[in-house]
């Protein structure tokens, strides 16, 4: 297997945590830089591997092509053995996957927040709603903090995504201050910081 990604996408690093977790990673090849910067062209890419141009994104032995960072953590959970990282069946399958859809929503507003501070032209940039976008993950992150019993439970594919969240908020926003506020998920973060799979996937420096 190969996997598209970029060090800096929170997306990918999700998937390399789970493959460190699932004793997989040995199995998948990183390629990388891929560019899955908006306005920026990769025709290859997106002819070869994914039109939406988005990573990260997994290519199987035979050619197949699986994107999406859930889908292809329960791809490599299935791999493993399934029910690891993401419960098989039952009420809570579905709590994870919802748990999930509202991470994946965050981290896609931190990243169209960054992309307009970052991509706009100055003389488009709308401060406003870019700020709508990180107040919505930073309402996801008060959720959280009022359900500490996700935070605590086996480890799975909610509490990876949580921790990727925290992580592009240092490596993107770092004087946002959600240590501060957000006290039970500044402790839980810590104590994932402390598991090599978290530890050795951080994003390079800024």
């Known amino acids: 297997m190969k996997m598209a990604y970029s060090p800096a996408s929170p997306f990918a690093r999700k998937i ?3 493959a460190i977790e699932l004793g997989l ?3 998948i090849e ?3 830089p891929i560019k899955a ?3 920026t062209e990769n025709e290859d890419y997106a002819h070869k591997v994914s039109p939406l141009r988005k990573i990260p994104a997994l290519i199987l032995a035979d050619g197949n092509v ?3 960072s859930y889908v292809i953590a329960e791809y490599l959970d299935e ?4 029910g690891k990282l993401i419960p098989a069946s039952g009420p809570a399958k579905w709590q994870v996957k919802t748990d999930h859809s509202i991470i994946q929503g965050m981290l896609d507003a931190l990243l169209l927040c960054r992309y307009e501070k970052m991509l706009r032209p100055k ?3 709308w401060a406003e709603w870019a700020d709508d976008q990180f107040k919505r993950a930073w309402d996801g992150l008060a959720r959280f903090e009022a359900h500490p019993d996700v935070l605590t439970r086996p480890l799975d594919i909610v509490q990876i995504g949580i921790v990727c969240v925290l992580g592009y908020l240092d490596f993107r ?3 946002c201050g959600w240590r501060k506020t957000f006290p039970k998920l500044n402790a839980f973060h810590e104590k994932m910081m402390q598991r090599a799979s978290v530890n050795t996937t951080l994003p390079p420096p800024a």
């Not at 791999?79 to 399934?82: M, N, Q, R, V």
């Open 173 to 175: 926003f770092p004087d």
């Open 79 to 82: 791999l493993a053995g399934g």
């Open 66 to 68: 699986i994107v999406d």
């Open 123 to 125: 003389e488009f940039l």
């Open 16 to 18: 390399r945590i789970a």
């Open 30 to 32: 990183l390629i990388s």
């Open 25 to 27: 990673l040995d199995k």
């Open 37 to 39: 910067i908006p306005v």
